[in-house]
């Protein structure tokens, strides 16, 4: 199956600056890229995605940028703060209901 | 209401012994996941109903069954389990192509095997 690496595992920032977190992936046929936040006790939920026709997508501090040649894809996190806290997955899969490829997870720290 | 619960939360079981996990949602999708994910790994696809068809993952496809017997209700088996079978497991669901293809998580079972 699809391959998806996930850099960096851990990440640490002051409260106010932001983050950002690299996924690539192998299989040039993968077309959908969600990211998925999982608080400490709480199950992972959807916070952003990009399809293969967009390049850029935002939603609110929340910005995904999508390289299809370098088959790259990030999420940046703009004015990071504590509740931004979280386990974030990146994933890639060849359409929506077809079974999602995850990476091993980044953890996000904002101290205060 | 979106959620997915999984039961039980928490399971201790012992090395050679049957675990069972269950896992429901009630937004009517048409697809159910099971995740393994163990620590600093990604989540990792196990078995998946798309409807009543069961879809299980080459590398897992002897360690696991499962069975729907409703939309509503997804079981995960282990029939004998073993020390390597420590993990958390997620359920997760979703409408398939009806819809974005979300993925509704549950909060996971937290299986340890001594």
């Known amino acids: 199956g699809e391959q998806v690496e996930q850099l960096p595992s851990i990440l640490r920032v002051q409260e106010g600056s932001s983050a950002s977190i690299n996924c690539s992936y192998e299989d040039s046929a993968s077309n959908y890229f969600p990211w998925y936040k999982q608080e400490p006790g709480e199950n992972p939920k959807l916070i952003i995605d990009i399809r293969s026709n967009m390049e850029r997508k935002q939603i609110q501090e929340l910005i995904v940028l999508l390289d299809k040649k370098a088959k790259r894809f990030s999420l940046h996190i703009t004015d990071t703060q504590p509740g931004d806290s979280a386990m974030y997955f990146c994933?890639?899969?060849?359409?929506?209901?077809?079974?999602?490829?995850f990476g091993k997870g980044a953890k996000l720290t904002v101290s205060p | 209401d979106t959620t997915v619960k999984q039961n039980p939360r928490y399971k201790l079981a012992r090395v050679g012994k049957p675990v069972n996990l269950i896992c429901s949602q009630t937004m009517n999708h048409d697809t159910m996941y099971w995740y393994q994910k163990k620590p600093n790994q990604a989540p990792k696809l196990l078995l998946f109903y798309y409807d009543k068809i069961l879809n299980r993952e080459a590398d897992t496809f002897e360690k696991f069954q499962s069975s729907r017997p409703n939309n509503s209700f997804c079981s995960l088996y282990i029939g004998s389990a073993g020390l390597e079978y420590s993990a958390m497991y997620l359920c997760?669901?979703?409408?398939?192509?009806?819809?974005?293809?979300?993925?509704?998580f549950g909060e996971g079972s937290k299986l340890t095997v001594l």
């Open positions: 994933a890639a899969s060849k359409g929506t209901g077809s079974k999602l490829s």
């Open positions: 997760a669901s979703s409408a398939g192509q009806r819809n974005t293809g979300q993925l509704y």
